[in-house]
């Protein structure tokens, strides 16, 4: 039974998506962000390549829509200022050592007419303080679905942008498993 109703859902997917759904609000029509994937990153460094020049996103991806009837930006920021160690809290990791690129998948675009991306090139460090990541351009911003539709491409360690200018090795971490929580901001511009 499960599998039939599965089946259905995506026969029903299928037939809206011509129709253009996508511009039908959610059920909170003013503003909502829906995480798609890619809610747990993690990151293993299992070569000494890696402490060097670090992971530059092997798949560790979150797919994101934002849904807004007005203009919005999307800020993020960690819930502590540092990495602890999950086997001992006395390890430490700064927390620039992890940086985001954003990839616009939507048709909103994002070459600043519809968007301003302050992640499209270049990483953005993680920051326990909000970081601007995306904003209104020289037009409007808002809508649903497949406009608003992004990747947010995680990399840790390897110094791009404004990220930690020193190697994980350089760094002298310790061996641990370093865990926080990542906080995505959606709010009227």
Same mark, same amino acid.
């Given at each position: 039974m499960k599998h039939t109703l599965f089946l259905v859902i995506l026969v029903f997917v299928l037939v809206v998506k011509p129709l253009? $759904? =996508? @511009? &039908? !609000?959610?059920?909170?029509?003013? %503003?909502? &962000?829906? %995480?798609i994937s890619g809610n747990a990153i993690q990151f293993i460094f299992s070569d000494i390549n890696q402490y060097i020049d670090g992971i530059l996103n092997g798949g560790q991806s979150t797919f994101i829509r934002i849904g807004c009837i007005a203009d919005w930006k999307l800020q993020f920021h +960690? @819930? =502590?200022?540092?990495?602890? $160690?999950q086997n001992n809290?006395?390890? +430490?990791?700064? *927390?620039?050592n /992890?940086? *985001? /690129? /954003?990839?616009?998948?939507? +048709?909103?675009?994002? @070459?600043g007419t519809n968007i301003i991306n302050y992640a499209k090139t270049l990483p953005l460090a993680l920051q326990s303080t909000p970081v601007l990541l995306l904003t209104k351009g020289s037009g409007s911003n808002?809508?649903? $679905?497949?406009?608003?539709a992004f990747t947010l491409n995680w990399e840790m360690g390897t110094r791009r942008g404004n990220m930690n200018s020193q190697t994980m090795l350089? =760094?002298? *971490?310790? !061996? @641990? &498993?370093?865990? *926080?929580? %990542? &906080?995505?901001?959606l709010s009227f511009y």
């Open positions: 253009n $759904g =996508q @511009d &039908i !609000p959610p059920p909170n029509p003013y %503003i909502n &962000i829906n %995480i +960690t @819930d =502590q200022a540092m990495f602890y $160690g809290p006395a390890h +430490t990791m700064e *927390l620039n /992890v940086g *985001l /690129v /954003v990839v616009s998948t939507g +048709t909103n675009l994002d @070459d808002k809508g649903y $679905g497949l406009r608003n350089e =760094q002298a *971490l310790y !061996p @641990d &498993i370093y865990n *926080l929580d %990542i &906080i995505l901001t």
